[in-house]
């Protein structure tokens, strides 16, 4: 599978983005997902899981209320609804699938899109 990552932007503080995550090459039913960030310097970080129908997710207590994971199965496209966001926000985000792990630890994903920018100013 190839994911494709988009949405991203340049947003002001308090702003809301969507940020989309469309799969080629193969169904995305049938994997589970998930979103990372990765701010300069710093390590990947966890931001969002999603079982491969929808019926769970995941997400650390850091991100819990301002961000929402979902998946539309037809239309083969996973979303990162973000509200409220927050200078600390400012990363590249990429999507990432794994036909087994439903998982908070990248290295359990096997599938990772190129990610998209997103940067919130003060």
């Known amino acids: 599978v190839q994911l494709q990552a988009s949405g991203g932007g340049l947003v002001q503080a308090g702003d809301s983005l969507r940020l989309s995550c469309a799969a080629s090459?193969?169904?995305?039913?049938?994997?589970?997902m998930g979103w990372f960030r990765q701010a300069p310097g710093k390590d990947r970080e966890f931001v969002a899981a999603?079982?491969?129908?929808?019926?769970?997710?995941f997400y650390p207590d850091s991100m819990k209320g301002r961000f929402t994971i979902s998946r539309d199965n037809a239309k083969n496209t996973m979303y990162l609804q973000m509200i409220s966001l927050k200078p600390a926000d400012t990363a590249v985000y990429y999507c990432?699938?794994?036909?087994?792990?439903?998982?908070?630890?990248?290295?359990?994903?096997?599938?990772w899109g190129q990610g998209t920018q997103v940067t919130v100013s003060s």
């Open positions: 990432a699938a794994d036909p087994a792990h439903f998982s908070r630890y990248d290295y359990e994903y096997n599938y």
């Open positions: 090459g193969r169904a995305l039913s049938n994997y589970n």
């Open positions: 999603i079982t491969w129908r929808g019926r769970n997710t």
